[in-house]
Nanobody, 129 residues
């Protein structure tokens, strides 16, 4: 599957953005999806994940209550709605897909980048103070 992320940009602190990740192929609904981010000089970190049906989601503590992950399997697209943005949210955001569709029972497995099989190219989000 090929992933194409979009929707990044420059926004003031407190503002909102919605990222989209469009997937190619007919089997999108068989993948669980995740969003990760990487700030300059830092390692890539987990942001949020969603199961194939959308019935299960998981968020990093740093974004819980501010970000919402969702998906539309008919459109082969996963979204990340980001509200109350902070300067520390500034990063390149990547979408990723993992085979199997379900989120693993281990949180450690959900947040590990190595558990995802396909990656998009990233979209820049910059939050000014």
């Amino acid at each position: 599957v090929q992933l194409q992320a979009s929707g990044g940009g420059l926004v003031q602190a407190g503002g909102s953005l919605r990222l989209s990740c469009a997937a190619s192929g007919r089997t999108f609904s068989s993948y669980a999806m995740g969003w990760f981010r990487q700030a300059p000089g830092k390692e890539r970190e987990f942001v949020a994940a969603i199961s194939w049906s959308g019935g299960s989601t998981y968020y990093a503590d740093s974004v819980k209550g501010r970000f919402t992950i969702s998906r539309d399997n008919a459109k082969n697209t996963v979204y990340l709605q980001m509200n109350i943005l902070k300067p520390e949210d500034t990063a390149v955001y990547y979408c990723a897909a993992r085979r199997g569709g379900a989120l693993p029972p281990s949180i450690r497995a959900v947040v590990a980048a190595t558990g995802y099989d396909y990656w998009g190219q990233g979209t820049q989000v910059t939050v000014s103070s």
